[in-house]
């Protein structure tokens, strides 16, 4: 079975370009998690969808988006993009539980985005 | 908010015995869980803590107090391959997992 899936695995952008990740989920799984991973600072959560909503957000500006399609693969933008915004993004996928509660996430691989 | 620490680095020797610890203060808290990230990898799963307790899964262990805020990863046997980042996250009610910043732990022989 095929795990989470990232694509580019790489991206270098320049400062106030817009870039583009995707994220396909494990089948099945119909949560989708967005981490940004700077040096020195841990994971930081973005954004989680579930069931084509958004159900949570991070603490990013909103030039930090996303979105989630019927199929459960997911994509996030990032406008007008700052050069601290040079960090590994990884996506995570999870069933959510009856009650709501996490269940544990799968990582992908993660985009090394590098804002030049 | 959240307020989740952990030491930032930690170094061991091959067959020693390390404990991470973290500790946490946060509302609507459901469980803790242990993730171990390789250097340019995924971080992949290692425990998920509900309830007050120790538990066991081969060399490694995951402790949890509720009323303290509190957990820890102990690691038993040590290997080479056990150099890794080692991230606390906590499960709250509603929300994503929140991580704590990671520890890096270097073993040496």
């Known amino acids: 079975e095929a795990g989470v899936t990232q694509s580019p695995t790489h991206l270098i952008k320049t400062r106030g370009q817009q870039a583009t990740l995707r994220c396909s989920p494990i089948?099945?799984?119909?949560?989708v998690y967005w981490y940004q991973q700077a040096l020195g600072l841990g994971l930081q959560f973005l954004l989680w969808?579930?069931?084509?909503?958004?159900?949570n957000r991070g603490n990013f500006p909103p030039r930090f988006s996303g979105r989630q399609f019927p199929n459960y693969s997911s994509e996030l933008n990032v406008n007008a993009l700052e050069l601290e915004d040079s960090a590994l993004y990884l996506c995570?996928?999870?069933?959510?539980?009856?009650?709501?509660?996490?269940?544990?996430?799968?990582f992908g691989s993660g985009t090394q985005l590098s804002v030049l | 908010g959240q307020n989740i620490d952990q030491p930032t680095e930690m170094t061991a020797t091959e067959g020693a015995i390390v404990q991470i610890n973290c500790t946490y203060q946060?509302?609507?808290?459901?469980?803790l869980f242990w993730y171990q990230q390789h250097a340019g990898e995924a971080p992949t799963f290692l425990s998920y803590n509900v309830l007050d307790g120790l538990e066991e899964k081969g060399r490694f262990s995951s402790f949890l107090s509720r009323s303290k805020g509190y957990s820890y990863l102990l690691l038993k046997e040590l290997q080479m391959k056990d150099s890794a980042s080692y991230l606390c996250?906590?499960?709250?009610?509603?929300?994503?997992?929140?991580f704590g910043k990671g520890t890096t732990l270097s073993v040496s022989s």
């Open positions: 969808y579930d069931e084509g909503e958004e159900r």
């Open positions: 946060t509302s609507g808290f459901n469980g």
């Open positions: 089948s099945g799984h119909t949560s």
């Open positions: 996250a906590v499960d709250q009610a509603g929300t994503a997992l929140i």
């Open positions: 995570a996928s999870s069933l959510v539980g009856a009650d709501g509660d996490n269940e544990k996430l799968f």
